[in-house]
């Protein structure tokens, strides 16, 4: 198993900059690709961005637009996502996720561990 723990989120206003961090624990040598997704109220569940531990591959999506980015520790075994010039429409609960596979995807289906979210409410 492995255990996915999301810190860092919180209030912020339009403009602002917040870091979520998710710690990885547990069995995470059979993970390769951390992807990071959010949920908005009532809207499913959305991708933002993913990266390899053992590489520099990310894939964003294509909202992010140069806002966001995403990094790794893998001394830590966490994972980042820097997020810049934060608008209202990025309120949602965040959510850190984990694939056994080495192909990055956007899909949540596809991701095989979850963490229990962290909320960032961006206000106007």
């Known amino acids: 198993q492995v255990q996915l723990v999301e810190s860092g989120g919180g209030l912020a206003q339009a403009g602002d900059s917040l870091r979520l961090s998710c710690a990885a624990s547990g069995r995470t040598f059979s993970t390769y690709v951390m992807g990071w997704f959010r949920q908005a109220p009532g809207k499913e569940r959305e991708f933002v961005a993913a990266i390899r531990w053992s590489s520099a591959m990310i894939y964003y999506a294509d909202f992010v637009r140069g806002r966001f980015t995403i990094s790794r520790d893998n001394a830590k075994n966490t994972v980042y996502l820097q997020m810049n010039n934060l608008k209202p429409e990025d309120t949602a609960v965040y959510y850190c996720?984990?694939?056994?596979?080495?192909?990055?995807?956007?899909?949540?289906?596809?991701?095989?561990?979850w963490g229990q979210g962290t909320q960032v409410t961006v206000s106007s």
């Open positions: 996720a984990a694939r056994s596979s080495p192909l990055l995807s956007s899909y949540t289906y596809e991701y095989d561990y």
